[in-house]
């Protein structure tokens, strides 16, 4: 309680330092000013840090399994790039790069197929999510883009290798390159959709990274299953698709200021910085030897795949590291209201 009094002589018995000064703003701790006013004034009570409740965190993480959704990224990303490959190779006259890219693909797919839904618990929950289309919905559009793109490839797979109906096999090699980049690439999207920070602030870049880390992954596997002298445009693609890769990357973290942190620390930056090298050099290896000798290309080609999926698993873990900590949230979030404030009227 304050003893001083207010009188017609002024404030008498007032202790120094213990009332309020408006427009002289006060000290932190740490011997900064305190922050700015509406109207000019400078406050008295410092910066709130961020905290959450109880020390929760203020997002809930996802409840995904990172062998599974992460897995589930990954073998769609090399099953999409691969239909376009094999698409490519089936119409400029290299049959075994085809047909073992299209086996790839089938087999891709089936895997990440199987992946979603052991997370989901149950298939009938993936069967439920065909029951409505919603052009909105990331989750829905990528359900139906599973469901249609599967039989293509599983067709296109099986008429090459048996060599039955050849026009009927034609024309699913064609569809399931034609819906190959959206497979290679929509998880993205999905991932970008949540409130994951790593994942939601580079909705930007991101789809850019999966894309080139599908068209990398793609390109390993026909290094390792296909002869030399059929993977000279599958080596192209490696080199094309590692740098979509690493420069998307790159500008995304850039970009996203501190929460770049979850890309170089932990569990996603050692998993980051393992697919930089490894893409690189398996592009570079693949660029300079893969089109002379078969181990040198098989190398190169398992150093592609292995990127890849460390560029997957990466994001994955990186995201998850992002939802746990509330810095993660908050901090970018003031930074967009001052950035609003500070915006002419």
């Given at each position: 309680?304050?003893?001083?009094?207010?009188?017609?002589?002024?404030?008498?018995g007032a202790r120094p330092d213990r009332e309020a000064r408006i427009g002289q703003g006060g000290h932190r701790p740490d011997?900064?000013?305190?922050?700015?006013?509406?109207?000019?004034?400078?406050?008295?009570?410092?910066d709130a840090e961020f905290r959450s409740y109880y020390g929760k965190p203020i997002?809930?993480?996802?409840?995904?399994?990172?062998?599974?959704?992460?897995?589930?990224?990954?073998?769609?990303?090399?099953?999409?790039?691969?239909?376009?490959?094999?698409?490519?190779?089936?119409?400029?006259?290299?049959?075994?790069?085809?047909?073992?890219?299209?086996?790839a693909s089938l087999g891709a797919i089936s895997g990440s197929t199987a992946a979603l839904i052991h997370d989901l618990g149950r298939p009938g929950r993936f069967y439920n999510m065909l029951r409505v289309m919603k052009p909105t919905s990331p989750m829905s559009m990528g359900s139906w883009l599973l469901a249609a793109y599967g039989p293509l490839a599983g067709a296109a797979?099986?008429?090459?290798?048996?060599?039955?109906f050849p026009r009927l096999g034609h024309a699913a090699t064609a569809g399931a390159a034609a819906l190959g980049p959206g497979v290679a690439a929509y998880t993205a999207v999905l991932a970008a959709d949540t409130a994951v920070p790593a994942w939601h602030e580079g909705f930007r870049e991101l789809p850019f990274v999966f894309a080139g880390s599908a068209a990398v992954a793609a390109s390993g596997m026909a290094l390792v299953a296909a002869p030399p002298r059929e993977t000279a445009p599958m080596r192209t693609a490696a080199v094309c698709g590692a740098a979509l890769e690493l420069g998307a990357a790159t500008l995304m973290e850039r970009r996203l200021g501190i929460i770049a942190e979850n890309y170089r620390e932990g569990t996603g930056g050692r998993l980051m910085r393992a697919a930089r090298v490894l893409t690189a050099a398996g592009a570079a290896g693949g660029a300079l030897l893969g089109g002379r000798n078969r181990t040198a290309a098989a190398l190169c080609g398992a150093a592609l795949l292995a990127g890849s999926a460390c560029t997957r698993f990466g994001v994955f873990h990186a995201g998850m590291r992002s939802a746990k900590d509330p810095k993660y949230t908050v901090v970018p979030q003031r930074e967009r209201i001052r950035e609003r404030a500070a915006e002419p009227a």
């Amino acid at each position: 309680m304050s003893t001083s009094d207010v009188g017609r002589d002024g404030i008498t018995g007032a202790r120094p330092d213990r009332e309020a000064r408006i427009g002289q703003g006060g000290h932190r701790p740490d011997g900064r000013r305190g922050r700015r006013g509406r109207r000019g004034e400078r406050a008295m009570v410092p910066d709130a840090e961020f905290r959450s409740y109880y020390g929760k965190p203020i997002l809930n993480p996802p409840v995904w399994k990172s062998v599974d959704i992460a897995g589930y990224f990954f073998l769609g990303g090399l099953a999409g790039a691969g239909s376009v490959l094999a698409a490519g190779a089936h119409w400029t006259g290299r049959p075994a790069a085809a047909r073992a890219l299209k086996a790839a693909s089938l087999g891709a797919i089936s895997g990440s197929t199987a992946a979603l839904i052991h997370d989901l618990g149950r298939p009938g929950r993936f069967y439920n999510m065909l029951r409505v289309m919603k052009p909105t919905s990331p989750m829905s559009m990528g359900s139906w883009l599973l469901a249609a793109y599967g039989p293509l490839a599983g067709a296109a797979a099986a008429l090459d290798v048996t060599g039955l109906f050849p026009r009927l096999g034609h024309a699913a090699t064609a569809g399931a390159a034609a819906l190959g980049p959206g497979v290679a690439a929509y998880t993205a999207v999905l991932a970008a959709d949540t409130a994951v920070p790593a994942w939601h602030e580079g909705f930007r870049e991101l789809p850019f990274v999966f894309a080139g880390s599908a068209a990398v992954a793609a390109s390993g596997m026909a290094l390792v299953a296909a002869p030399p002298r059929e993977t000279a445009p599958m080596r192209t693609a490696a080199v094309c698709g590692a740098a979509l890769e690493l420069g998307a990357a790159t500008l995304m973290e850039r970009r996203l200021g501190i929460i770049a942190e979850n890309y170089r620390e932990g569990t996603g930056g050692r998993l980051m910085r393992a697919a930089r090298v490894l893409t690189a050099a398996g592009a570079a290896g693949g660029a300079l030897l893969g089109g002379r000798n078969r181990t040198a290309a098989a190398l190169c080609g398992a150093a592609l795949l292995a990127g890849s999926a460390c560029t997957r698993f990466g994001v994955f873990h990186a995201g998850m590291r992002s939802a746990k900590d509330p810095k993660y949230t908050v901090v970018p979030q003031r930074e967009r209201i001052r950035e609003r404030a500070a915006e002419p009227a």
